[in-house]
């Protein structure tokens, strides 16, 4: 299924865009993943190496672009 699909529900649906400075987490996340050689990585337990990066979400820390 994808987004446009999912969009068309019926439901109240709300997007909103995140610079990935503002999400460290899916940011380190997405990078991490896109080395992997599989199609979709499905995490049960948060990830030993991005405890820093929650952290810092967390306190609301921002980061500059590169």
Known sequence: MEIRDLLR????????????EGNMCVDHLAKKE??????????????HDIHIQLLADAMGVETLRE
Do not use: E, Y
């Open 9 to 20: 529900k019926n439901w109240n649906v709300q997007l909103q865009h995140i610079l990935r």
């Open 34 to 47: 896109a080395t992997q050689n599989q199609p979709l990585v499905i995490h049960h337990d948060t990830p």
